[in-house]
Every structure is written in C-alpha cells, then in structure tokens.
C-alpha cells in the first residue's frame, strides 16, 4: 500500500514558477511508475507527466512539454514537478499518482493523493 500526499500548489502570476511535491509512504517506492495528472472544474482528469522506477523515462503532455520537469528522489521517496512559464490554463487540481505497472498516459493508476490547487492568473 502507497499514500501519497502532494504540497506545494498556490496561486501565481502568469509566468510564474511552482515546484510541487509529492511524498510517498510505503514500501518499494523505488519500483513504481510516478505521474502527474491535474483537473480542471467541470473536465476530465489529464495526464501531466509521468517518471519510470529509476527516473531515466519521463514523458510529458504537449501542452506542457518544454515548461514542466518532473523528476525523482528514490532515497526521499518523494516526486517533483517543476512548473515554469505558467499559464492561467494550466490552473488545476494536480494529483500525484503512483503504480508498479507502467501505465502510460492512461489514468489508471492504482495509488492516487489527495490534490493540491495551483491557480494561475492573468
């Protein structure tokens, strides 16, 4: 079992910068499949970025390729998501999501967090 907390969301000014944070608890965090996903009100769920166990693979969406980062600390168990040139669409619920099998862009992870609110404005 998996419990994933998220922190570091917050309102920014376009353009502006956010890094947030995702720490896990539970065993072998160093063998799951890490992603991102946000919720805008009123749409799906989307698919952000995702990392592999070692960090080597990272995939990312379109809309945020060349402004996101994500990355990994298997010895912190923790997983980041830099977030540069921020745009008001990018405003969102974002979610951290873990899983031993790798899925993709899809949005069945199995382990999920509770969110946290990064609001972006104009």
């Known amino acids: 079992q998996v419990q994933l907390v998220e922190s570091g969301g917050g309102l920014v000014q376009a353009e502006g910068s956010l890094r947030l944070t995702c720490a896990a608890s539970g065993p072998h965090f160093s063998t799951y499949t890490m992603a991102w996903f946000r919720q805008a009100p009123g749409k799906e769920r989307d698919f952000v970025a995702n990392i592999n166990w070692s960090g080597a693979t990272t995939r990312y969406a379109d809309s945020v390729k060349g402004r996101f980062t994500i990355s990994r600390d298997n010895a912190e168990n923790t997983v980041y998501l830099q977030m540069n040139s921020l745009k008001p669409e990018d405003t969102a619920v974002y979610y951290c999501?873990?899983?031993?099998?790798?899925?993709?862009?899809?949005?069945?992870?199995?382990?999920w967090g509770q969110g946290t609110q990064v609001t972006v404005s104009s």
């Open positions: 999501a873990a899983d031993m099998k790798y899925k993709g862009t899809s949005a069945e992870y199995t382990y």
